[in-house]
């Protein structure tokens, strides 16, 4: 009898355990779906009125934190894109001279890539109506239900970087 | 002065509507960096555990779902990504054994993929670790605050839909 209770606690824990997998893979499946179905609408929006890519937005968007540019090998890192897709973007963006590439002063072999002015007046039109169509599609939430949720996120991402730092 | 009351209630809705705008774009970027770090978790886990690509597990798992198999426009509209990347993938996974194209009963032209049984063992080994990876990146939240994240969502979700249904 003592071993049959056992092995039903046994069967509860798996049982449970398998419960909470299934939970995450819901959670996680949701929330891709959430994160795409944003993207995918600030991607059609971008176009529509802009009629610029994501990624070449999220370039610029890297470019305008760091007035000083950033090296193809940070920009890369924070993009975490491939480095042969970011050289083509900033390849694009400087023929159409949003960006351009600068020399290294003490290595004349490096250089750093900078938003000119163009670009950054440019940039700032398109972060302004990007800044409303997210507001727009997070609205159907209330400023109490987003800030729950920025919090939620916030637990996330703390414990995501304590298990790449651990891992 | 009933002018100039005036004048600072709009100042402050303004105000107000641009920090709120800030809230809602912190939350995105939010958002945005937990689903980009769990998926390079993901892709660099089936890399190494299977040497799959995860557009590939996608593909795969969007078939595991339907025994019947899938157009290829249906596959196409599943997983959001262009025709051409589609019909790669299917071409490697096609030489791999692990799908296969059937032409259609009635139209010769068409046909529908499917996971051949050995796609289909290989797919439920890999939707096992899958799910025990994304459990383990969720685990710093309680259970408690996962059923949280996944209603928050739920709620965002449809807000989404109805966004789109309307637009």
């Known amino acids: 009898m003592h071993a049959n209770s056992s092995s039903v606690v046994n069967v509860d824990h798996e049982f449970r355990a398998h419960a909470d997998h299934h939970a995450s893979l819901r959670l996680w499946l949701r929330l891709l ?32 934190r760091d007035p000083d540019g950033l090296s193809m090998g940070e920009l890369s890192r924070r993009m ?8 083509t973007i900033v390849d694009q963006l400087e023929k159409e001279k ?24 440019a940039f700032t039109d398109m972060a302004i109506a990007h800044e409303e169509w997210v507001a727009e599609l997070f609205s159907g939430l209330s400023n109490n239900q987003q800030s729950q949720l920025y919090s939620l996120l916030g637990a996330m991402k703390k414990n995501l970087q304590k298990q790449e730092e651990t891992s």
């Open 33 to 64: 779906s959430c994160t795409t179905r944003v993207e995918d609408k600030i991607r059609q929006k971008l176009r529509e009125s802009f009629d610029i890519t994501l990624p070449r937005f999220d370039l610029m968007a890297q470019l305008e």
């Open 98 to 121: 949003l960006v351009m590439r600068q020399v290294g002063l003490n290595d004349r072999r490096s250089f750093t890539v900078k938003l000119t002015p163009a670009g950054r007046v």
């Open 80 to 87: 975490m894109v491939t480095g042969g897709n970011i050289t």
